[in-house]
């Protein structure tokens, strides 16, 4: 995240002041509250992370700084990663650290209060589930899920069992940002009638698709879960799942769920929307990936729009910004360059205020748990669903997409002059990386009309994907349906 938070917010001499306003402000602080909080061990929480590799890490530093928190249990399938995170911790704590390698044992534990879970994605809801269930209150990553469905269920089992549930949006609890929304709300930008989310990071192959060895240190049948115990396809194991269907969700649901749930949250949208369409493809290489890695959603709220792109090719940011949100309104433009801020330009260009601020999430989410108010969080689990969810909306039409070549595409989107514009830009992207848009097969995905307070489908013909607002669960690991959760 620091790295993104300093990325280069200049393209012009107009956005000169701009960047430095943006670029230098604060960043989210989230592991700073080491002296905060009762010592009394009386009053100290007990923290379970599942899965400490990547951003676990960050889940390990947030509660272990802290005097109020402790991290007595770190859980992963990796035996290799969770002793190796158990030891390293050790030696700056005086409380004992136990390492798990099946987080249901962790459900069982009555001594844990929280459980944090940093999981790859298809884990995200299912694990969040059993924790509540089991009385713990959870932070858990984004995507909050790996579908629609499982996503609503983890609300449901929030507000049934009363627990406090964090989603891991960090910019909601950013200062700056804050600020930038209060600024639209107010009517500041005009009426606000386009929202275009950024996720322009390049990301090479993950190498050929073939069959390759489990590392032995890993427990592939916990690992797996809910999703389907299959050979594994990808040169590297930890990681690169997010480009795999089974169990991540491409960049748009990886990189691209903090822009979307930015984007949301300015166009003060809380429904998953009335239709989407969404093309792209995979380009530039053949590997063992198989989401998208340049990609364009398209989200309608009736006259409001969130459009999201993703390129994961070289690219040139737009605007200055190149992860982030751009807010067009009829009296402006607001562009988020960062995770702590942004910067408004009138219709003429002139630059007219800045935002800037970090905050600190797991601090945010401590404090609803200390007072058992929902209301108190910034990302509660149904602000991470919702915004999860067009993630996985724009995905299934991209999945149930027709094979064109991107003439045939811009003769689809003729009489929609922004959805042109954005696809002239995507062409040029594609250009520019050497792969040719008359050559080059995309999936156009289907144009789908949703009931945005139903979170399904609308329509003739629409079975298919109303199949892939959930999925097929293993045996033993298995999302509850609403009656059950």
Known sequence: MSKQNRRDFLENSMLAAAAAA??????????????????SPNERLRVAVLGVRGRGGSHIGAFARRKDTEVAVMCDPDEAVGNSRVESLKKSVKYDVKYVNDLRRVMEDKSIDIVTIATPNHWHSLAAIWAIQAGK????EKPVSHNVSEGRRVVEAARKYKKIVQTGTQSRSNGGMQDAMQYIKEGKLGKVYLARGLCFKPRNSIGARGNYDVPASVNYDVWSGPAPKKNLTRPRFHYDWHWQWDYGNGDLGNQGIHQMDIARWGLGVDTVGDSVLSYGGRVGYEDAGDSANTQVSIHQYGDQRLVFEVRGLKTAALRGAKVGVIFYGTEGTLVIGSYAGGVVFDKDGNM?????????????????????????????????????????????????????????????????????????????????????????????????????????????GVENATAMLTREYRKGFVVPDAKDV
């Open 22 to 39: 943006v670029a230098t402000g604060p960043a989210t602080s989230e592991v700073l509250a080491a002296e905060e909080g009762s010592s």
């Open 137 to 140: 209150d959870v932070y858990v």
């Open 352 to 460: 007219t205020k800045k935002f800037s601020g970090g905050g600190d999430h797991f601090d945010n989410f401590l404090t609803a748990v200390r007072s058992r108010k929902t209301s108190d969080l910034n990302a509660d689990i149904h602000e991470g669903h919702l915004s999860s969810a067009l993630c996985h909306l724009g995905n299934i039409s991209y999945r149930l997409g027709e094979s064109i070549v991107g003439k045939e595409v811009e003769e689809r989107l003729t009489g929609d002059a922004e959805a042109l514009a954005t696809f002239e830009r995507f062409g040029r992207h594609l250009e520019d990386n050497k792969v040719s848009l008359a050559k080059t097969k995309l999936s156009f995905g289907r144009k789908l009309a949703i009931d945005g307070k139903a979170e399904t489908f609308t329509g003739r």
